[in-house]
């Protein structure tokens, strides 16, 4: 899964599919993402969509603007801050 956050100073607290489960979307690493509750939310407000291109997810507004999130990068195991040391 992707660790994306949609909006600037999220913590990441859900895991999502991209492609909505609901909808028939697969639960498979591809189809995930990392997102904080309020970018959560918003995803399944009407006139929102969320597509990917490799690890980049593209956020389109009910306005038509889009936005672009790439994941951070990863940290090696040994570095501070890294949940699983």
């Known amino acids: 899964m992707s ?3 949609a909006m ?3 913590r990441i607290r859900d895991n999502d599919h991209i492609d909505a489960f609901i909808n028939g979307g697969p639960t498979v690493v591809a189809n995930g993402q990392g997102l904080c509750k309020r970018s ?3 995803k399944s407000q009407p006139g929102w ?3 990917t291109h490799g690890k ?3 956020w389109t507004t009910p ?3 889009t936005y672009h999130s790439n994941p951070p990068p ?3 195991r040994d570095a501070p801050g890294h949940q699983r040391r």
């Open 3 to 5: 660790r994306v956050a």
């Open 8 to 10: 600037e100073d999220c």
């Open 40 to 42: 959560h939310t918003i």
């Open 49 to 51: 969509t969320v597509t």
């Open 56 to 58: 980049t997810a593209m």
């Open 63 to 65: 306005t038509g603007h």
């Open 74 to 76: 990863l940290l090696p």
